[in-house]
């Protein structure tokens, strides 16, 4: 059974810095592009950062760019989003999600998500 977990979260301050470590289980882990995506209170799920499955290749959102790093550690099958200048609108669950391939920047293309982590930026 494939399995996903993510933690990490929690509450900072604006400025403040996270980092989100996803767990993989039950897959090869280094067969599958790895990505993270958000989901706001009345807001629809969002395209946070991805990563190949070699981690030689990374993409990112324009509101995330220069301030979130994605990275991976296949002999340790995770995935990790370092958050840096965290801002308001940050705030949201990070899900973790595995994707055998597609656009990496598509919900459709991935094949396994994680439950969620919340993160909350105060002003």
């Known amino acids: 059974q494939v399995q996903l977990v993510e933690s990490g979260g929690g509450l900072v301050q604006a400025g403040g810095s996270l980092r989100l470590s996803c767990a993989a289980s039950g897959l090869t882990f280094s067969n599958y592009a790895m990505g993270w995506f958000r989901q706001a209170p009345g807001k629809e799920r969002e395209f946070v950062a991805a990563i190949t499955w070699s981690g030689s290749m990374t993409r990112y959102a324009d509101s995330v760019k220069g301030r979130f790093t994605i990275s991976r550690d296949n002999a340790k099958n995770t995935v990790y989003l370092q958050m840096n200048s965290l801002k308001p609108e940050d705030t949201a669950v990070y899900y973790c999600?595995?994707?055998?391939?597609?656009?990496?920047?598509?919900?459709?293309?991935?094949?396994?998500w994680g439950q969620g982590t919340q993160v909350t930026v105060s002003s």
């Open positions: 999600a595995a994707s055998a391939g597609g656009d990496s920047r598509r919900e459709q293309n991935y094949d396994h």
